[in-house]
T-cell receptor
Framework: DAKTTQPPSMDCAEGRAANLPCNHS???????VYWYRQIHSQGPQYIIHGLKNNETNEMASLIITEDRKSSTLILPHATLRDTAVYYCIVSPNTGNQFYFGTGTSLTVIP | GAVVSQHPSRVICKSGTSVKIECRSL??????MFWYRQFPKKSLMLMAT?????????EQGVEKDKFLINHASLTLSTLTVTSAHPEDSSFYIC????????????FGDGTRLSIL
């Protein structure tokens, strides 16, 4: 079963930062936080992952709280193409099963 | 980067037909692959873990005789929906981790199955 909870939907103005929260209060010490997104009728696309330190790549930043019970995905300058469902997943490593929660449907508004 | 390919992308067939979906890892070996099902406006639901050279592991509530999984090589897993019925219509997605490089799981683009 999914160990994450996310708000069902969010809106963000184009060009502004999109901050997507995720709660994972029962996360284990060896579990990573992974973020994927799914654009309609496509497979999920990897965005970023982290264990306890904040991470940044060319797509996004991941902020994990010190107690690791929640995290926030930040898209620094949202574009219309960022409209998608965003999933936060916790798993010991990439070779383990991923149990998806309900995700957050992000709509970027012109 | 690593890519996972699914085939076919879409299939429409009559009730009672068995349908095979292929999942290939294109530039890495995948000893493990995962199969998901997704209904409209719903999240992905893990169906089973496909293990190269051994039996698949099914999630609770998934009928293994209905959804046959074969992982005969390090780059190919197949899901066969046997005697498909309209309620089996769904979006089926596979994924594979590149354990050799510890890359995140790569997902295929999915197969849209419609049973008439």
């Amino acid at each position: 079963d999914a160990k994450t909870t996310q708000p069902p939907s969010m809106d963000c103005a184009e060009g502004r930062a999109a901050n997507l929260p995720c709660n994972h209060s029962t996360i284990s010490g060896n579990e990573y936080v992974y973020w994927y997104r799914q654009i309609h009728s496509q497979g999920p696309q990897y965005i970023i992952h982290g264990l306890k330190n904040n991470e940044t790549n060319e797509m996004a930043s991941l902020i994990i709280t010190e107690d690791r019970k929640s995290s926030t995905l930040i898209l620094p300058h949202a574009t219309l193409r960022d409209t998608a469902v965003y999933y936060c997943i916790v798993s010991p490593n990439t070779g383990n099963q991923f149990y998806f929660g309900t995700g957050t449907s992000l709509t970027v508004i012109p | 980067g690593a890519v996972v390919s699914q085939h076919p992308s879409r299939v429409i067939c009559k009730s009672g037909t068995s349908v095979k979906i292929e999942c290939r890892s294109l530039d890495f070996q995948a000893t493990t692959m995962f199969w998901y099902r997704q209904f409209p406006k719903k999240s992905l639901m893990l169906m089973a873990t496909s293990n190269e050279g051994s039996k698949a592991t099914y999630e609770q509530g998934v009928e293994k005789d209905k959804f046959l999984i074969n992982h005969a090589s390090l780059t190919l897993s197949t899901l066969t929906v046997t005697s498909a019925h309209p309620e089996d219509s769904s979006f089926y997605i596979c994924s594979a981790p590149d354990l050799g490089s510890n890359q995140p799981q790569h997902f295929g683009d999915g197969t849209r199955l419609s049973i008439l």
